[in-house]
């Protein structure tokens, strides 16, 4: 097992789940501080990085920080060690700290904000809200020496091949025999220059995101033995993936509205919440939108919910909500704090799983801005 890993080797892992291409226009992911060559021995997951964040990492002696709420979400014209921002870039630099930031393709990725929070609230059949992101696949046929056959596929699963609904590392493999002649000047990995050769070979078939085909074929080539490794790539005629951000699905018992704020309070570990609707209102299907999900109210009543789990609920939002008969339940922006610990134990296992131990774990620090009295 490695203890080390360079940054921009954890985010590509981090990115097999949750690409850049899954967030909405205009946001901002991505590096923050830092360098994309620091190696990482120890890693924290945070939802803000604010200047405690930044206290908790240096104490710890944290090399990484992924955060899902950006630091520099607005540009900088200058920075000022003086003011907030600019001590927090000082000892993050000064500290040589790593932060990178995964915001709305994390909220859409699979086992990303979204599915934490419906899987902590029990859906059933949960299905994607609102659809921002639609997924061609390709099909990926490779031949490799049956010597390195396991290797390969390890390494396309780690690029972001295989992946099917929460299934990833996905692959069909067959035996065969490969026939190729060396022409002169190549240098083969079996076979002599100008004699044709005969080799068991073994066929892996794996799926792959098309915007992801470019990066998984480069995995292939770098595990491939052969100088000349034999790949086919075809497009697939079938349903594409959607993803989106929010879920919906079925309400497990018999509740309320009422009682369905009291589980949504036990879940999601929140002692109030602001709440929208007639309480004796029948709940039998809900939706989840981690953030602030004003403008998703009605595109939920539509898909059929009887009541939508968000937070930063607006005025006038909820009294058009009240008049159209959709509940609310308003639990606040800081229900998105279930990603740290989904996250770090999603990436442990992940990079445990490619022969790296990283300690890499979620940060202690509350950013809840609000007191409730």
């Known amino acids: 097992m490695k203890n080390a890993i360079a940054a921009n080797t954890l985010i590509q892992y981090f990115e097999s789940f949750a690409p ?43 090399d990484f920080i992924l955060a899902h709420h950006p630091l520099l979400f607005h540009p900088l014209k200058k920075i000022d060690v003086d003011t907030p921002m600019g001590r927090m870039i000082k000892k993050a630099i000064e500290h040589e700290i790593t932060i990178y930031a995964a915001h709305t393709n994390l909220d859409v990725a699979e086992g990303g ?17 609102a659809p921002t992101y639609t997924e061609t696949l390709q099909k990926l046929v490779a031949f490799v020496p ?57 066929r892996i078939e794996t799926i792959v ?28 005629d079938q349903p594409q993936w959607q993803r989106g951000l929010g879920r919906i699905g079925k309400v497990e018992g018999d ?13 999601l570990g ?10 004796d209102t029948k709940i039998r299907k809900a939706a989840v939108l981690g953030g602030d999900g004003n403008k998703y109210v009605m595109q939920a009543k539509r898909a059929g919910a009887d009541v939508l789990i968000t937070g ?29 610990e989904g996250v770090a134990e999603k990436m442990a296992a992940l990079l445990n799983e490619n022969g790296y131990h990283i300690d890499i774990f979620a940060s202690a620090q509350s950013t809840e801005p609000f007191q409730f009295l």
């Open 270 to 279: 929140v002692k109030t919440v602001r709440v929208v609707g007639e309480l």
């Open 146 to 202: 049956a010597s390195h056959a396991k290797q390969i596929r390890e390494s396309l699963g780690a690029a972001g091949a295989g992946h099917i609904g929460n299934y990833s590392h996905c692959s069909f493999s067959a035996e065969g025999m490969g026939r190729f002649r060396p022409q002169a000047g190549t240098n083969p990995y079996i076979g002599t220059v100008g004699k044709e050769e005969e080799v068991g070979e073994v």
């Open 20 to 62: 850049k291409s899954y967030a909405l226009e205009g946001d901002k992911n991505g590096l923050m501080v830092g360098s994309l060559k620091k190696k990482v021995k120890k890693a924290m997951v945070a939802l803000d990085v604010l200047e405690k964040t930044i206290d908790e990492a240096i104490e710890k002696d944290v």
């Open 113 to 129: 904000v979204n599915d934490l929070l419906a899987e902590r609230l029990q859906f059933k059949d949960s299905n994607v809200l």
């Open 312 to 340: 930063d609920l607006y005025y006038h939002v909820a009294q058009d909500a009240l008049m159209a008969g959709m509940c609310v339940i308003d639990a606040g922006h800081h229900i998105e704090a279930i990603m740290k």
């Open 255 to 267: 509740h309320t509205l009422a009682s369905y704020v009291e589980f949504v309070k036990q879940a």
């Open 209 to 236: 995101p098309a915007n992801m085909s470019g990066k998984v074929i480069a995995a292939l080539v770098k595990a491939h033995p052969y100088e000349e490794p034999a790949y086919d790539l075809y497009p697939l």
